[in-house]
């Protein structure tokens, strides 16, 4: 008998600590938005993205001058004229969209870009959520950003100023921060 009231014990003990863990949340969205250098980053990798953009629009522009003035001189070309300019048409748009995936593919310049002037803040963000969860005792902290869906949060459970002042920023949801490092 007292091995089975001591299991059971054990037991409630267990599973009341398992319920008694603590959870919060952030919105990383909020967080990087309070964030300069993020603010910085994001306008480059803009930038280059649409002068990026720019360069492949003209190859574009050039493959469709190319095919019509193809169109219009087709009937007085011989079939090797007209076998060499329908080749080099394709070989620009080959060339068009190889650039294209170079610079805009899965692992394209656009995408290292992004890994170096993002990543290491990001980084920074993650690193200062685990030290207010760890130093507050919370289980999880949640992203509101993320795809997880949050039907009802408590604005006190809300850690992402306290993330941001862990990095050195003023926040804005709870204060009149702007976003600033603090001095």
Excluded: C, H
């Amino acid at each position: 008998m007292k091995k089975l009231f001591l299991t059971l014990s054990i037991i409630l003990i267990t599973s009341v600590a398992s319920f008694a863990q603590k959870f919060a949340y952030v919105d990383t969205e909020y967080i990087l938005g309070q964030i300069p250098e993020y603010k910085a980053a994001q306008a480059e990798l803009d930038k280059i993205s649409v002068q990026w953009q720019k360069e492949i629009e003209a190859k574009y522009t050039e493959i469709d001058k190319m095919y019509k003035a193809y169109q219009a001189e087709q009937i007085l070309l011989t079939e090797e004229m007209k076998k060499k300019r329908e080749a080099d048409i394709i070989a620009k748009e080959k060339e068009a969209k190889d650039l294209q995936k170079q610079r805009f593919g899965v692992d394209g310049e656009l995408f290292k870009k992004r890994q170096e002037l993002v990543k290491p803040i990001q980084d920074k963000v993650y690193n200062a959520v685990k030290s207010v969860a760890e130093k507050s005792g919370y289980a999880v902290i949640f992203d509101r950003a993320g795809d997880m869906t949050m039907l009802y949060a408590n604005a006190k459970n809300d850690k992402s100023d306290d993330v941001l002042e862990l990095m050195g920023y003023k926040g804005g949801k709870t204060g009149s921060g702007t976003g600033t490092k603090k001095q």
